[in-house]
């Protein structure tokens, strides 16, 4: 059974940094995408950071130029490194994994969550 762990989150000031990691256990292939979304308290669940398979990457318009996505395919971990944080970052940070199931379609795997709070 394939999980999601993710470690790094925390208490950080603002301007600080921290450093999310996520990592498949079990046997996972043909992860097309990996993200981070977050969700804060009342929000929606919305976008931070994807990157393809082959390097690609999107980002969520509020952390462009401070945050850098990154991935290892062959230990099918996805980081997130996050500077400059403010405190409109506090959140709860999730990865997901998206996986191609051939003509069956696409599938998402989801982490438990992080906590990230960042103080002013």
């Known amino acids: 059974q394939v999980q999601l762990v993710e470690s790094g989150g925390g208490l950080v000031q603002a301007g600080g940094s921290l450093r999310l990691s996520c990592a498949a256990s079990?046997?996972?292939?043909?992860?097309?995408?990996m993200g981070w979304y977050r969700q804060a308290p009342g929000e929606q669940r919305e976008l931070v950071a994807t990157?393809?398979?082959?390097?690609?990457?999107n980002y969520g318009d509020s952390v462009k130029g401070r945050f850098t996505i990154s991935r290892d395919n062959a230990k099918n971990t996805v980081f997130l490194q996050m500077n400059s944080l403010k405190p409109e970052d506090t959140a709860v940070y999730y990865c997901?994994?998206?996986?191609?199931?051939?003509?069956?379609?696409?599938?998402?795997?989801w982490g438990q969550g992080t906590q990230v709070t960042v103080s002013s």
């Open positions: 997901n994994f998206r996986v191609t199931l051939g003509k069956i379609g696409e599938y998402d795997y």
């Open positions: 079990g046997n996972i292939f043909a992860v097309r995408v």
């Open positions: 990157i393809t398979s082959g390097g690609i990457t």
